[in-house]
């Protein structure tokens, strides 16, 4: 394991990380992180809870599904209830009930949200459409990127409110998340290359300001557990950028400390996730862990593994199935057709969830219908235990030298049968 220096004064570290296996092409790998509220075994899917809730979900049935870890945004806490109160609760675990290991992202991703109305995207059509004025369709700029950092305007009540490096250090310590990360822009594909560039150098710049704040206040509040930082790496569809940024986020020390772990952030193109995360991992520290930021479709992530990503998060498991999305080996489909009515059998009949083991389709086909909240309580629990046990299942094929079996077997269900589950009903 690679324990992470005790800042002078600070608070003790109690994170590391260790490599345990690896695949053949020496980027993939299993392993673990240790954090102050326990251990991750990696690779391994994070389950956003972005309010510091599942949305319709309890944390006792997040743990009960498997999910070693949450990520809550460090950007709605703040503007609600407010980092302070967190804080006072005991930081986020306590106040949510969660026991396990936490992150809290930076803010950066309202940069791109609400700067210019996208959503994560992995597959952007961007041909002859780079203009560094876009705007999604419908919608209003509520977020000013300047050298300092960001204005942005609240999605509640339209009040403004600055966002700097220095600010979102301060706010995700108040939260208190064992995994932080640095504040960043966040671009879309469709920036040119020239805001490209900028957007690199203004996120190493505010990735100095990060670090440097970030052992300031590990210093101040010797009685919280260590929080560790980690950088993020910016540099959308480009090889120059990418491996610039990620060798540049590896070179910056500040006290002779440099970062506990990267995140990949950024749009990425869907048909080169593989390639790009390769690039970072190539250039980054071994013996840090690499999150990506973002995803959570089955190809992604055994695409994302294959190219020595460690750790993942993303919205999608929870956000489809309150729209009656279901996630299964043999593909996706919706629970609310009429095929589905009658249905007296589970979700998905090799599932071992709490929904799956109590609940029939046709059960959560009336609950849709009938617009009950329950609905997407049972549907969530399904969708994100798939995903978690999907890369559980990545992470036991590393170890037995199996990986490159099970993604062909995996993807070869998944895509082979989508809309074999709804048929079948």
């Known amino acids: 394991m690679t324990e992470v220096p005790e800042p002078s004064g600070g608070a003790a570290t109690q994170f590391g990380f260790r490599v345990t296996e690896r695949l053949p092409n020496g980027l993939g790998r299993a392993g673990v992180i240790t954090t102050p509220h326990g251990q991750i075994a990696t ?3 994070v389950v956003v809870g972005t309010k510091a809730t599942v949305k319709a979900v309890l944390p006792e049935s997040v743990a009960d599904l498997g999910a070693q870890a949450v990520l809550a945004n460090a950007f709605h806490l703040y503007l609600q209830p407010g980092s302070d ?9 306590a106040f949510m009930n969660w026991p396990g290991p936490t992150f809290t992202d930076s803010g950066g991703f309202q940069v791109m949200s609400l700067g210019v109305g996208f959503k994560k ?36 009540n339209g009040d403004r409110h600055r966002f700097t490096p220095e600010v979102s250090m301060r706010v995700q310590h108040e939260l208190g998340a064992d995994i932080i990360f640095a504040f960043d822009e966040l ?38 557990p260590y929080q560790a930082l980690f950088g993020v790496v910016q540099g959308a569809q480009y090889e120059d950028l990418r491996r610039a940024a990620c060798r540049g986020l590896s070179a910056i020390e ?23 995360v390769g690039w970072c991992s190539q250039e980054l520290p071994e013996d840090r862990p ?8 089955p190809e992604d992530l055994f695409a994302a593994v294959a190219a020595g990503a460690d750790t993942f998060d993303c919205v999608n498991p929870s956000r489809v199935a309150r729209n009656a999305a279901i ?7 919706n629970v609310n057709t009429a095929a589905n009515r009658r249905a007296f059998r589970p979700l998905d009949d090799d599932c071992d969830c709490y929904t799956c083991r109590h ?25 994100e235990r798939f995903t978690v046990r999907l890369v559980d299942t990545i992470r036991t094929a590393i170890t037995r030298g199996e990986f490159e079996a099970c993604r062909t077997e995996v993807l070869g269900r998944f895509h082979g049968g989508r809309n074999a589950a709804q048929t079948q009903a």
Request: with cysteine; glycine share 10%.
């Open 327 to 333: 996630y299964t080996p043999a593909g996706r489909y």
């Open 254 to 276: 500040v006290d002779g400390r440099g970062f506990d772990g990267y995140g990949i952030g950024g749009a990425l193109e869907k048909q080169r996730l593989g390639e790009i």
């Open 187 to 224: 671009t879309t594909l469709l920036n040119t290359r020239q805001y490209q560039e900028q957007s690199v150098q203004r996120t190493h710049a505010w990735a100095v300001r990060c670090l440097a704040s970030h052992l300031e206040l590990t210093r101040q509040r010797t009685q919280q």
């Open 359 to 383: 609940y029939t389709r046709a059960y959560l086909h009336h609950l849709f219908k009938a617009k009950e909240m329950l609905a997407s309580t049972l549907a969530t629990i399904h969708n």
């Open 85 to 93: 109160v967190v804080d006072q609760a005991g930081g986020l675990g």
């Open 121 to 156: 995207v992995l597959a952007m059509d961007v041909d002859g459409l780079q203009d560094d004025d876009v705007i999604a369709e419908g919608k209003q700029r509520q977020a000013h990127v300047d050298d300092d950092g960001v204005w942005f305007n609240s999605p509640i």
């Open 43 to 45: 690779p391994a899917f």
């Open 290 to 297: 690499r999150h990506l930021l973002g995803i959570s479709e």
